[in-house]
């Protein structure tokens, strides 16, 4: 079993800049592939971005792309999520989630929810207008 917390979310203002980070237990986050997703009020929870086990890879919903950059520290089991240039419509719930069965995901798999296994409580990041 693995767990994931997130963290770093909050109120910014539009235009700023935010750092959320996903910090995993257990010995075996190196092998997951891993991603973020958000959920707005209302909606369904929708796919932000995807990173490799090794961290070469990644892949971006094209709202986000250009503006969010993920990484991951395989020595520190964390991932991260940049996220620059924020806009009021990224106000969400993001979540982290963990892959145990795949390094890499496909442009198919990796939006979707049930390529993963493990999922955090999610971090609130409000941007005001």
Known sequence: QVQL???GGG???AGDSLRLSC???GRTFSTYGMGWFRQA???EREFV???SDSGVGTYYA???KGR???SRDNAKNTMYLQMNSLKPEDTAVYYCAADKDRGTCTTRTCPDTATYDYWGQGTQVTVSS
């Open 5 to 7: 917390v997130e963290s």
């Open 11 to 13: 109120l910014v203002q």
């Open 23 to 25: 910090a995993a237990s």
């Open 41 to 43: 009020p209302g909606k």
């Open 49 to 51: 971005a995807a990173i």
């Open 62 to 64: 094209g709202s986000v």
């Open 68 to 70: 969010f950059a993920i």
